[in-house]
C-alpha cells in the first residue's frame, strides 16, 4: 500500500480543488501535471466531484484522490470512483477507522494538540494543518508540532505562492495544499499550467 507520506512527498503543492462541470475535469488535471503537480485533491463539494475524479484518473502522472470527505459513506463513494487518497478537513473516530480499514492513504485534518492525539490513537501520524492560517499560522503549527516529533504535516487553507514558502521550510511540513493553483470555471490550460510550474519550483 503507498503511503500518505509517499504522496505528500510528490510535489511541493497539493491543488485543493473544486469542479462544477465534469468537462473542466481532464483539461485542469492534464494542465495541473504538465507543471509537475502530480497529486490532486478533488473536493467532494460539488455533484460533478465523482465522475471528475474518475475522468482524471486517465490522465497519465495524476494522482486523484478525494477531498472533503467528512464520513464514512463518502469514503466509500470516493473509493469506488478509484480515489487514490483521502483528505478530510477533520478527524472522526468512524472516519479514521474506516479508511485504516480500507487501507487507503489518509490525511486528516487536524487544529489542535487532542485532534492529534486522536489520530495517534488510531496510528496515524500525517495530517493536514486546517485550516492554516486562521488557525494561528505558521507559528501555532511549530507550537503544536513541538510535543509530536513523529508527525509530518500539510498546512491548507490560506496558503498562497507568497506565503508557501516559509510554511515549506518548516521540517516537519512534507506539502502545503492550495487552491490558488486550480481557479474555479473553464480551463485556462496555459494558465494553470503556468500556475503549476511556480508552485513546483517552491520544492527546489
Ligand atoms: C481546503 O478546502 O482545504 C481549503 O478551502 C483550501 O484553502 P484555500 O482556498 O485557502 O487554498
Redesign the pocket.
Known amino acids: 500500500m503507498t503511503h500518505i507520506a509517499d504522496i505528500m512527498q510528490t510535489a511541493p503543492v497539493i491543488p ?1 480543488i473544486v469542479v462544477d462541470e465534469v468537462e473542466h475535469a481532464v483539461p485542469l488535471a492534464r494542465a495541473l501535471v504538465a507543471g509537475g503537480l502530480r497529486v490532486l ?1 478533488v ?1 467532494l ?1 460539488t455533484p460533478a466531484a465523482l465522475d471528475a475524479i474518475r475522468a482524471m484518473k486517465s490522465v497519465e502522472g495524476a494522482i486523484v484522490g478525494a ?2 470527505v467528512t464520513n464514512e459513506a463518502e469514503l466509500m463513494k470516493a473509493i469506488d470512483a478509484g480515489s487514490e487518497f483521502i ?1 478530510s ?1 477533520g478527524l472522526t473516530e468512524p472516519l479514521g477507522k474506516a479508511a485504516i480499514r480500507e487501507r487507503i492513504p489518509f490525511l486528516p ?1 487536524i487544529a489542535s494538540a487532542g485532534d492529534i492525539m486522536r489520530g495517534l490513537d488510531l496510528g496515524l501520524t500525517h495530517f ?1 494543518f ?4 486562521t488557525s494561528g499560522g505558521l507559528p501555532a503549527l511549530k507550537a503544536l508540532a513541538a510535543p509530536f516529533g513523529q508527525c509530518r504535516f500539510c498546512p ?5 505562492l507568497q506565503n508557501a514558502p516559509e510554511w515549506l521550510a518548516f521540517d516537519p511540513v512534507l506539502c502545503v ?4 493553483v486550480s481557479p474555479r470555471g473553464p480551463v485556462d490550460e496555459a494558465n494553470v499550467e503556468k500556475l503549476a510550474r511556480e508552485a513546483f519550483t517552491l520544492g527546489s
Not at 486546517?130 to 492560517?133: I, L, Q, S, T
Not at 495544499?177 to 490558488?180: A, D, F, M, N, T
Request: hydrophobic residues 30%; proline residues 9%; charged residues 15%.
Open positions: 485543493v485533491e473536493t463539494r477531498g472533503t483528505v478537513p485534518g493536514k486546517f485550516p492554516a492560517v491548507t487553507g490560506g496558503i498562497t495544499g492550495g487552491s490558488w
